[in-house]
């Protein structure tokens, strides 16, 4: 049973960084926390609630609910106010980063002496436009003065955000949570009107510019002139999520590509894929990836994803050239043993 953040018996760790929403640094964190859990007790600063974060609300954690940077003096206050008011409150705060907008809860963590203060990367580039990118680059510096920890879920991520002073903590993953089934196979293609015949690649990310969903299309529309019986599965929700859309009609392809939008059955959407595709153009680590490979899924990836998501046989990466992302994809169908069936191309 997860505990509760009301045993104070326990350090206290305040943690930040997260959005809300089930993307890749929620996912991983959250396994950390609930491994943790009877160690420590953990708060949760951000900006909003973070409602769709599940985990948060299952262990009755405290949330304090911060200012955003566009309200600097508020911010500043609330961060001092929160670590002063109660000195020694917290014996760590773990800082998650995408980009360092939010650098200065270090800052305000270092001022009130908490002992340990985490820097956490989770990327090998900031995200954000420009504005985010310029600001994350000047607040680097102060990342590296106010922390005394810094992790990494890559040496790629670490590299970018920390220099040679950091820590690789492999992200946490249980094999049995991602194991092929089936089953669930069967019944998440009934699901979404796709025959035993149908030919499903799929990709599993948040629909930004840098899961690069747009070079997808254009390979399915390429794809499609080979092999008829392919369907492109995009799970995930996000910005891009109407322009993709629009993009599909434009090629023509919308029939044959599937927006299945956020899902919390993963485990059951990989079943149902004969191919993992995941053309990023840069990842920290790429967990999707290693989740379909636990699947026992094939896997075709971007140069943009490091090596150390590579943990089977059957991970090949490939150039951003359509031709070549085309044979990887149809020399690499799910094998028959575990498809029950599946079509290999």
């Known amino acids: 049973m997860v505990s509760s953040a009301l045993d104070h018996n326990k350090p206290r760790v305040l943690v930040s960084g997260l959005s809300n929403g089930l993307g890749g640094t929620e996912i991983v964190v959250g396994r950390y926390i609930k491994a943790l859990s009877s160690y420590a007790t953990f708060e949760f600063l951000a900006t909003s609630d973070l409602s769709d974060v599940a985990f948060v609300h ?22 001092d106010h929160l670590f002063q008011d109660e000195p020694n409150r917290y014996q760590a705060v773990w800082c998650n980063f995408n980009h360092l907008l939010y ?3 270090l800052r305000a963590a270092q001022r009130a002496n908490v002992s340990v203060r985490i820097a956490h990367s989770h990327n090998s580039r900031f995200l954000g436009g420009l504005p985010t990118q310029v600001i994350s680059r000047f607040n680097r510096r102060a990342a590296l003065r106010n922390s005394n920890v810094r992790l990494a879920c890559s040496k790629e991520a670490g590299s970018f955000f920390w220099g040679d002073n950091f820590q690789v903590l492999p992200n946490a993953l249980n094999f049995n949570d991602m194991e092929y089934d089936p089953v669930s196979r069967v019944v998440i293609r009934e699901e979404f009107g796709l025959s035993s015949k149908d030919f499903l690649i799929g990709t599993v990310g948040r629909l930004t510019s840098q899961k690069n969903h747009i070079f997808l299309l254009k390979i399915m529309k390429e794809l499609l002139t080979v092999k008829s019986n392919c369907k492109l599965m995009i799970v995930g929700d996000g910005p891009l999520h109407k322009s993709l859309q629009e993009s599909a009609a434009k090629l023509g392809i919308s029939s044959s590509v599937l927006f299945a939008g956020e899902r919390k059955d993963i485990k059951d959407i990989l079943s149902s894929f004969d191919c ?21 899924l094939p896997c075709v990836c971007s140069f943009g994803v490091p090596d150390a998501a590579d943990i089977s046989d059957k991970f090949l990466k490939c150039s951003f050239n359509v031709a070549e992302w085309i044979d990887a994809i149809i020399s690499m169908g799910r094998p028959n043993k575990l498809a029950g069936g599946g079509v290999c191309l």
């Open 103 to 105: 650098a200065d809860v």
């Open 58 to 79: 299952e262990m009755n954690s405290e949330i304090h609910i911060c200012p955003d940077i566009d309200r600097p003096i508020k911010r500043f206050e609330y961060l």
């Open 276 to 296: 993992f595709v995941f053309p990023s153009t840069f990842e920290g680590l790429g967990v999707a990836a290693i989740e379909a490979q636990l699947n026992g």
